[in-house]
Structure formats: C-alpha cells, structure tokens
C-alpha cells in the first residue's frame, strides 16, 4: 500500500502551471525530468529514481540539478537496480515517493516538464501520485523523442529507408544527440538523463524551430 501524501504542494503546482499555449518557447522556464523505473507497467513496478534539472534555451541550471532515489512500494528485482546505477541498499533505505513529492513539485512549479519518451514518466507519475493522493496527475509536457520521430519517423522518410535497404533512425536518447554534434551520456542515470534531454531539446529548438515557437506546437 502506498503512502499518502500531502496535496497542498499538488494543489500549488497546478496553480502555477504555465498552460498558455501561445506562450514563445523561448520566454518559457523549462525543467527536464527523467525517471528511471522497476520495469515498464505502473500497474506492476514502481519508480527506482527521480532526476530533474531546470533550464531554458539560454543555459541549463547545473548546479540546481536534483536526484531522489525511492522505494517502490511494490518491491523490486536486483538486476532492475543495477541496470540503473543504483545500489540495492540504496534502494532498501530510500523513502517513499510520498515523502519527496512536495520537493519534487517545488522543483517542477512554474516551469514546462520536457522528458524523453513522455508515456513512461506520464504513465508512472500519473500512477504513483494518485496512489498517494487520490488526484489525477496530467498536464502537458513537451518530449523530446516525438520531435525525433516526427523528423525521422515519417512514411516517406521511412519508405526511402527502406528502398535503399537502411535501418530506421534511432530516436534513443543518445543516438538523437549524435545527430547534433551533442557527446554520448551513460544512459540510465536519471540525471544525466535529465541534463541529456535539456541539451538535446535546445539543440532540436536551434535547428528545426525558433525562439518564438509556441509551447502549445511542442507540447503533448
């Protein structure tokens, strides 16, 4: 059974959401967010860590970057640990989500969510949060793999692929960033994650968008 949470911190996050749609990206503060999970249900595994960072198309914030690791209340497997670079001791004495959820929050409030393939963290946030507060937890959030995969993953640029016998572009976190010029992270570090998403995000905004593009052509 989960633990409850506090709503009051729910309540001033949606409050202070930045939900204009017209609003230019490059007027919008901005927080990458990833989460690295026991498996890939939210109705069987749960969140193993939380990495965020703020940023905005002139800069990331670094030295602001975040990472909580948790406790899945539905347990966990020794390998899904290690995968993510996490220790299973660290795991055994982490707290629950429900303890975090109001610095989590804090760090999100007033800033556009931007994450790389947004149904895993949709999917798991919107679980976990009603578990412990019984509130629905959606809202919009730009993804930077569906830019990806707008670009490389249309019908003709698919059927060109396969007439000249090639592979479909890899719209991974890391291959994505090679096409910029952007270094390799080691993945499945939920802050690096999170860092690797802000710079490919400003890379995708520099090259295929402007600063005045509305949050509301991005977002999902």
């Known amino acids: 059974m989960a633990r409850r949470a506090d709503t009051r911190a729910l309540r001033d996050f949606y409050a202070a959401f930045p939900d204009n749609p017209e609003a230019a990206i490059g007027d919008t503060p901005l927080v990458a967010i990833d989460l690295e999970t026991s498996g ?7 969140i193993l860590s939380v990495g965020l960072v703020p940023f905005t198309l002139d800069g990331i914030a670094v030295a602001r970057r975040r990472h909580w690791i948790l406790r899945p209340p539905r347990g966990f497997s020794g ?20 303890d975090v959820l109001p610095e989590i929050l804090a760090e999100l409030q007033g800033r556009l969510p931007v994450v790389h393939y947004h149904p895993v963290e949709r999917r798991f946030l919107d679980r976990a949060v009603r578990e412990r ?21 249309r019908r003709w640029r698919l059927r060109l692929r396969r007439l000249l016998r090639r592979s479909p572009a890899s719209i991974r976190l890391n291959d994505s960033r090679i096409r910029y010029g952007l270094p390799p992270y080691e993945g499945h570090q939920a802050v690096l994650d ?7 995000l400003q890379a995708q905004i520099q090259h295929h968008y402007s600063r005045s593009t509305p949050v509301g052509q991005l977002w999902v």
């Open 40 to 46: 890939l249900d939210p109705r069987q595994h749960g």
């Open 79 to 98: 390998e899904s640990v290690a995968y993510h670079h996490i220790t299973h001791s660290e795991v055994e004495q982490a707290p629950d989500l429900a």
């Open 133 to 153: 507060t019984g509130s629905v937890f959606r809202f919009p959030l730009i993804d930077t793999m569906e830019i990806e995969a707008k670009r490389h993953r």
């Open 194 to 200: 999170a860092i690797g998403t802000a710079e490919l």
